[in-house]
Protein backbone atom coordinates (compact mmCIF):
# COMPACT_ATOMS: atom_id res chain seq x y z
CA UNK A 1 0.00 0.00 0.00
CA UNK A 2 1.51 3.43 -1.20
CA UNK A 3 1.73 6.11 1.50
CA UNK A 4 2.34 9.80 0.81
CA UNK A 5 5.40 11.46 2.81
CA UNK A 6 3.57 14.34 4.99
CA UNK A 7 6.91 17.16 5.29
CA UNK A 8 4.39 19.06 7.42
CA UNK A 9 3.97 16.14 10.44
CA UNK A 10 6.42 13.92 9.83
CA UNK A 11 5.57 10.51 10.93
CA UNK A 12 7.10 7.50 11.47
CA UNK A 13 4.67 5.19 9.46
CA UNK A 14 6.38 2.30 7.40
CA UNK A 15 9.44 2.92 9.57
CA UNK A 16 8.82 1.64 13.00
CA UNK A 17 11.25 -1.32 12.93
CA UNK A 18 14.40 1.17 12.69
CA UNK A 19 16.55 2.13 15.84
CA UNK A 20 16.68 5.35 13.66
CA UNK A 21 12.63 5.47 12.48
CA UNK A 22 12.48 9.27 14.07
CA UNK A 23 15.89 10.47 11.99
CA UNK A 24 15.08 7.75 8.88
CA UNK A 25 11.44 9.62 9.17
CA UNK A 26 13.03 13.34 9.26
CA UNK A 27 15.01 12.76 6.14
CA UNK A 28 12.25 10.67 4.30
CA UNK A 29 10.25 14.38 4.99
CA UNK A 30 13.40 15.92 4.02
CA UNK A 31 13.21 14.31 0.55
CA UNK A 32 9.62 14.90 0.22
CA UNK A 33 9.74 18.62 0.91
CA UNK A 34 12.75 18.66 -1.80
CA UNK A 35 10.33 17.32 -4.76
CA UNK A 36 7.16 19.25 -3.64
CA UNK A 37 9.03 22.70 -3.78
CA UNK A 38 11.05 21.91 -6.96
CA UNK A 39 8.66 20.03 -8.88
CA UNK A 40 5.09 20.30 -7.19
CA UNK A 41 5.42 16.39 -6.79
CA UNK A 42 3.91 14.02 -4.42
CA UNK A 43 6.78 11.83 -2.64
CA UNK A 44 5.05 8.42 -2.11
CA UNK A 45 6.59 5.73 -0.76
CA UNK A 46 5.38 1.94 -0.72
CA UNK A 47 6.63 -1.09 1.55
CA UNK A 48 9.84 -2.92 0.49
CA UNK A 49 8.11 -6.06 0.39
CA UNK A 50 5.64 -4.96 -2.44
CA UNK A 51 8.45 -3.26 -4.27
CA UNK A 52 10.74 -6.26 -5.68
CA UNK A 53 11.18 -5.00 -8.71
CA UNK A 54 12.66 -1.50 -7.71
CA UNK A 55 14.59 -3.40 -5.10
CA UNK A 56 16.57 -5.65 -8.06
CA UNK A 57 16.57 -2.24 -9.75
CA UNK A 58 18.97 -0.80 -7.51
CA UNK A 59 20.57 -3.89 -5.80
CA UNK A 60 21.60 -4.36 -9.68
CA UNK A 61 23.19 -0.99 -9.96
CA UNK A 62 25.19 -1.08 -6.56
CA UNK A 63 26.58 -4.66 -7.42
CA UNK A 64 27.69 -4.00 -11.16
CA UNK A 65 29.31 -0.47 -10.47
CA UNK A 66 30.80 -0.46 -6.85
CA UNK A 67 30.46 -3.66 -5.74
CA UNK A 68 28.11 -2.55 -2.65
CA UNK A 69 25.53 -5.50 -1.33
CA UNK A 70 23.92 -3.63 1.81
CA UNK A 71 23.15 -6.04 4.85
CA UNK A 72 20.61 -3.43 6.23
CA UNK A 73 16.59 -4.45 5.52
CA UNK A 74 14.96 -2.38 2.83
CA UNK A 75 11.98 -0.94 4.53
CA UNK A 76 10.42 1.61 2.48
CA UNK A 77 11.15 2.43 -1.49
CA UNK A 78 10.00 5.32 -4.07
CA UNK A 79 9.91 5.21 -7.63
CA UNK A 80 8.47 7.86 -10.57
CA UNK A 81 9.57 10.15 -12.76
CA UNK A 82 9.49 14.01 -13.11
CA UNK A 83 10.55 16.51 -16.19
CA UNK A 84 13.03 13.46 -17.77
CA UNK A 85 14.73 12.39 -14.49
CA UNK A 86 13.80 8.92 -13.30
CA UNK A 87 14.31 8.93 -9.64
CA UNK A 88 14.16 6.09 -7.45
CA UNK A 89 15.01 5.63 -3.56
CA UNK A 90 15.11 2.63 -1.05
CA UNK A 91 14.99 3.60 2.65
CA UNK A 92 16.58 1.06 4.76
CA UNK A 93 16.33 0.05 8.47
CA UNK A 94 19.52 1.23 9.38
CA UNK A 95 19.02 4.76 8.87
CA UNK A 96 20.27 4.84 5.58
CA UNK A 97 18.44 6.54 2.09
CA UNK A 98 20.12 5.80 -1.20
CA UNK A 99 19.04 7.54 -4.40
CA UNK A 100 18.99 6.88 -8.48
CA UNK A 101 18.79 9.60 -10.45
CA UNK A 102 18.90 8.54 -14.12
CA UNK A 103 18.18 11.41 -16.71
CA UNK A 104 16.18 10.20 -20.06
CA UNK A 105 16.44 11.73 -23.43
CA UNK A 106 19.09 13.83 -22.54
CA UNK A 107 21.89 14.75 -24.89
CA UNK A 108 24.42 14.73 -21.64
CA UNK A 109 22.71 12.25 -19.41
CA UNK A 110 23.07 12.73 -15.10
CA UNK A 111 23.04 9.29 -13.79
CA UNK A 112 24.28 8.75 -10.43
CA UNK A 113 23.96 7.06 -6.99
CA UNK A 114 23.37 9.05 -3.83
CA UNK A 115 23.50 8.21 -0.10
CA UNK A 116 22.50 9.84 2.62
CA UNK A 117 22.97 8.99 6.50
CA UNK A 118 20.14 10.16 9.08
CA UNK A 119 21.01 12.12 11.96
CA UNK A 120 23.09 9.90 14.01
CA UNK A 121 24.13 6.90 12.02
CA UNK A 122 27.39 5.73 11.51
CA UNK A 123 28.66 5.14 7.80
CA UNK A 124 27.32 1.78 6.62
CA UNK A 125 30.42 -0.71 7.25
CA UNK A 126 29.71 -1.12 3.22
CA UNK A 127 30.37 2.40 2.46
CA UNK A 128 33.48 3.03 5.11
CA UNK A 129 36.78 4.22 3.50
CA UNK A 130 34.94 4.34 -0.25
CA UNK A 131 32.84 7.86 -0.04
CA UNK A 132 33.49 11.27 1.81
CA UNK A 133 30.58 12.25 3.00
CA UNK A 134 29.20 16.15 3.29
CA UNK A 135 27.03 17.28 5.64
CA UNK A 136 24.04 19.34 5.20
CA UNK A 137 21.61 21.18 7.81
CA UNK A 138 17.96 20.31 7.24
CA UNK A 139 14.80 21.56 9.70
CA UNK A 140 13.25 18.11 9.13
CA UNK A 141 16.10 15.46 9.17
CA UNK A 142 18.99 16.98 11.59
CA UNK A 143 22.22 16.65 10.28
CA UNK A 144 21.94 14.78 7.11
CA UNK A 145 25.64 13.26 5.62
CA UNK A 146 25.84 12.66 2.01
CA UNK A 147 27.73 11.30 -0.90
CA UNK A 148 27.42 10.01 -4.53
CA UNK A 149 28.89 8.25 -7.54
CA UNK A 150 28.37 8.48 -11.02
CA UNK A 151 26.99 5.40 -12.62
CA UNK A 152 28.84 4.60 -15.73
CA UNK A 153 26.95 1.70 -17.35
CA UNK A 154 23.31 1.72 -18.88
CA UNK A 155 20.79 0.87 -16.79
Known amino acids: MSYVVDFKNVSTAGLESSPAAEALAGLRAHEARYFMNKYKHEFTVVP ?40 TYVFYEDGLSVNVLYTVDDPKPKRAVGFKLSEGMEVPKELEGKFKFARQKSKLAGTIRGSYFVIKGEY
Not at 66 to 87: C, G, H, M, Y
Request: net charge negative; aromatic share 10%.
Open 48 to 87: ASESQETLDYVNRILKEERDIEFAAKPLETSRFQVENINW
